[in-house]
């Protein structure tokens, strides 16, 4: 009964990372050595609490466990193990760290500092509130756009493998 439901919380785990924050690009992603400047981690915590990042994280955990419920039923009788697992591993407590010193390794305190400027402007709170409903528009965007052209995809792909099956004969 929850084998499928386990394998799409994997998968729903491994697509909503890119969700967990405003994402720089890959490489930036790995964590900063030790020698990283101090008031650089300094001002990128201060960041990420003037960005609230912590109920950003918080109710993308939310989303998270309430898509898995609605994709699978039965599983709304262990949501609030679903729930802890994803706050566990994903919430805000779990990846603050590593997300601040991601932002340190990319800007310097200088810069921090110019960000928090704007993100304590009432236009950059206002960003801030309307952060996550334009990503889900762009994701929503963009899955629609998949949609319509998954046809193409799909014999665009079977055309590649053909190619590729002659040419290996």
Same mark, same amino acid.
């Given at each position: 009964?929850?084998?499928?439901?386990?394998?799409?919380?994997?998968?729903?785990?491994?697509? %909503?990372?890119?969700?967990?924050?405003?994402?720089?690009?890959?490489?930036? #992603?790995? /964590? %900063?050595?030790?020698? &990283?400047?101090?008031?650089? /981690?300094?001002?990128? *915590?201060?960041?990420?609490?003037? #960005?609230? #990042?912590? $109920?950003?994280?918080? =109710? @993308?955990?939310?989303?998270?466990? &309430?898509?898995?419920?609605? &994709?699978?039923?039965?599983?709304?009788?262990?949501?609030?193990?679903?729930? %802890?697992?994803?706050?566990?591993?994903?919430?805000?407590?779990?990846?603050?760290?590593?997300? +601040?010193?991601?932002? +340190?390794?990319?800007?310097? +305190?200088?810069?921090?500092?110019?960000?928090?400027?704007? *993100?304590?402007?009432? /236009?950059?709170?206002?960003?801030?509130?309307? #952060?996550?409903?334009?990503? %889900?528009? =762009?994701? $929503?965007? =963009?899955?629609? $756009?998949?949609?319509?052209? @998954?046809?193409?995809? !799909?014999? @665009?792909?079977?055309?590649?493998?053909? !190619?590729?099956?002659?040419?290996?004969?």
């Amino acid at each position: 009964m929850f084998k499928s439901s386990t394998k799409s919380l994997l998968i729903l785990a491994s697509l %909503a990372l890119p969700f967990s924050a405003y994402a720089t690009e890959a490489s930036a #992603m790995k /964590v %900063a050595p030790k020698s &990283q400047n101090n008031s650089a /981690v300094t001002a990128a *915590y201060e960041l990420l609490k003037t #960005m609230n #990042m912590d $109920k950003t994280y918080a =109710g @993308m955990i939310e989303r998270i466990t &309430q898509m898995q419920i609605q &994709q699978n039923p039965q599983l709304k009788v262990i949501e609030p193990t679903i729930h %802890a697992f994803f706050k566990k591993y994903m919430g805000w407590d779990a990846l603050k760290e590593e997300m +601040a010193k991601v932002y +340190a390794k990319n800007y310097t +305190a200088k810069e921090l500092g110019e960000i928090i400027a704007f *993100y304590k402007t009432e /236009v950059g709170q206002k960003t801030v509130q309307l #952060m996550p409903q334009l990503a %889900a528009a =762009g994701a $929503k965007i =963009g899955q629609s $756009k998949l949609a319509e052209h @998954m046809g193409e995809l !799909k014999i @665009m792909v079977e055309s590649e493998l053909k !190619k590729l099956k002659e040419e290996k004969k």
